[in-house]
């Protein structure tokens, strides 16, 4: 168990649908990040938060946002969904920048 | 084109022997490098890592090595258990800053027992 959080597990919805998915980081982290993880692009980073600022962007798209609040937690929420968007949804957390990266569960997202 | 990659997308190993599962990377400016394992349905695992300044560190079971030279990185198992079957990925930093990661994409290790 990394002490890294997320719900919920699995997600199932609709093409066109938003969704909101939630990280806990570990005690103590100040950063996290989201990478996804499909079949056809292995894990790709999408974005990193550090103590509730934005400090990296991936490859996200414009259709998804994250935000990370004072109590440290992060969400990401992804709308207008499409097919192509299932995939494995990761969040990570580290003390600070520079630092192992210790992932959560995940949640797994399909889109039909 | 991917910054770090692997040799091989599948390895597979009898129980008790040793696995190395190697990595090669693009970018020299790299300087902090890490391996995971990923079971299935779970998240990926630290296994462990090494900076730039090191060309060996070790931990239980496991050896990661970095020639810097060649760009290339590998990991090491020791006595391999039925329990190391997973996928295993390298990663490494992107900027100096250190924040995102680029991962390679990945090597199966099958242990048989």
């Known amino acids: 168990d990394s002490g890294v959080t997320q719900t919920p597990k699995h997600l199932i919805t609709a093409t066109g649908q938003r969704v909101t998915l939630r990280c806990s980081p570990r005690?103590?982290?100040?950063?996290v990040y989201w990478y996804q993880q499909s079949l056809d692009q292995g894990l790709q980073f999408l974005i990193q938060y550090y103590n509730g600022e934005e400090r990296a962007k991936g490859n996200i798209l414009e259709r998804f946002s994250a935000q990370q609040f004072p109590d440290l937690h992060s969400e990401l929420n992804l709308s207008s969904l499409e097919l192509g968007d299932s995939a494995l949804y990761f969040c990570a957390s580290s003390g600070g920048t520079g630092e192992t990266q210790y992932f959560g569960p995940g949640t797994r997202l399909l889109v039909l | 084109g991917e910054n770090v990659g692997l040799h091989l997308p599948t390895l597979s190993v009898q129980e008790g022997d040793n696995s190395i599962i190697n990595c090669a990377y693009s970018n020299s400016a790299s300087d902090y490098f890490i391996w995971y394992k990923q079971e299935s349905g779970k998240g990926p695992q630290f296994i462990i890592d090494i900076r730039s300044n090191m060309d060996k560190r070790q931990g239980q079971r496991v050896t990661v090595l970095l020639n810097k030279t060649v760009k290339h990185l590998s990991l090491q198992i020791a006595a391999t258990q039925p329990g190391d079957s997973a996928v295993y990925f390298c990663?490494?930093?992107?900027?100096?800053?250190?924040?995102?990661?680029?991962f390679g994409k990945g090597t199966t290790l099958s242990v048989s027992s």
């Open positions: 005690s103590g982290d100040l950063s």
């Open positions: 990663a490494e930093n992107i900027n100096q800053a250190g924040t995102a990661l680029i």
